[in-house]
């Protein structure tokens, strides 16, 4: 089901970026931002996953460095029947975990040091479960795939506004219905595709929680270190660059960036409450 929601949103951001091409630059519009998406998808595709590790400040570590956590991941990628990633280390004490790469042989895992210190063992085979899980679903090439696409969207509307400052919209777009649809494109779409794409985010998250706990057993066991890591993370924040951040925190299991009231409508997570109670629910399933 999630991924059929998954799938359906992703239509549907693709069908904005193609009338979003076409209120621009008609057919032709249609077919170079088409085709800009593409090689944009590409380059994401062999290099995000490079770019996210230097982002988050994440080191290769070795089973000398960090055996415990080692030990866990053998655990775990046993369980989900995936090959071994390679293992990071974040020197933070702030509590999060992410995971990255372009395939199911092409992957990493990254924890801080902070989340080694708060879960147990349990907990910590849960968190990197679905972790794991975001790799079997491949859901860094799905959401490497949904930024490049919202991105190019959000350029278009950045275009299409210099061009009316400018006096360009005018000129090509000089009936009332242009101007119109070009205020749409500048205003309008590049909401829609952040909608969208946050909706995409949080469809995959509930699905790695899901198939985490399957595979390792432990839905309760991730429910409680999902309540750990959120206050955790409150309390002491990753300590990097917001620009940064805000750039990689949709890969992390627990949202990085503070935030409460109206920034939680835009935010890349699921709110907790739902998460955790779909967890216990699946411990405890309706009769």
Do not use: C
């Not at 090689?39 to 595709?45: A, D, E, I, Q, S």
């Not at 080692?70 to 933070?92: N, T, W």
């Not at 990753?238 to 627990?254: A, G, N, Y």
């Amino acid at each position: 089901m999630n991924m059929l929601k998954t799938g359906i949103l992703f239509l549907l951001l693709t069908l904005l970026l193609l009338l979003t091409g076409y209120l621009i630059g008609g057919v032709g519009g249609i077919l170079f931002f088409l085709i800009f998406s593409i090689v944009m998808n590409f380059f994401g595709y062999w290099y995000s996953d490079k770019m996210v590790l230097k982002m988050a400040r994440a080191k290769e570590t070795t089973q000398e460095d960090t055996p415990e956590l080692h030990r866990v991941v053998d655990e775990q990628v046993y369980l989900a029947g995936l090959p071994k990633p390679r293992v990071f280390i974040i020197e933070s004490d702030s509590p999060n975990a992410f995971a990255t790469g372009r395939s199911k042989n092409h992957a990493s895992i990254a924890a801080t040091r902070g989340i080694l210190r708060i879960l147990d063992r349990e907990e910590l085979g849960a968190v990197l479960a679905h972790e794991l899980a975001h790799v079997g679903n491949r859901d860094t090439l799905i959401m490497t795939m949904v930024a490049t696409v919202a991105g190019t969207i959000s350029m278009i509307a950045w275009v299409a506004q210099w061009s009316m400052i400018f006096g360009g919209g005018r000129r090509s777009h000089g009936s009332p219905i242009g101007l119109i649809g070009l205020l749409a494109v500048v205003i309008l779409m590049p909401l829609a595709a952040l909608l969208i794409r946050l909706a995409i985010s949080r469809t995959r998250e509930y699905q790695a929680d899901k198939t985490g706990a399957l595979t390792s057993g432990k839905p309760m066991e991730l429910a409680n270190a999902l309540r750990k890591l959120q206050s955790g993370t409150q309390a002491k924040p990753l300590d990097i660059p917001k620009e940064r951040l805000e750039t990689v925190s949709h890969l992390f299991i627990v949202n990085p960036l503070l935030g409460g009231g109206l920034g939680s409508l835009f935010s890349t997570h699921p709110p907790m409450e739902e998460r955790t109670r779909r967890l216990e629910a699946m411990r405890y399933p309706a009769l």
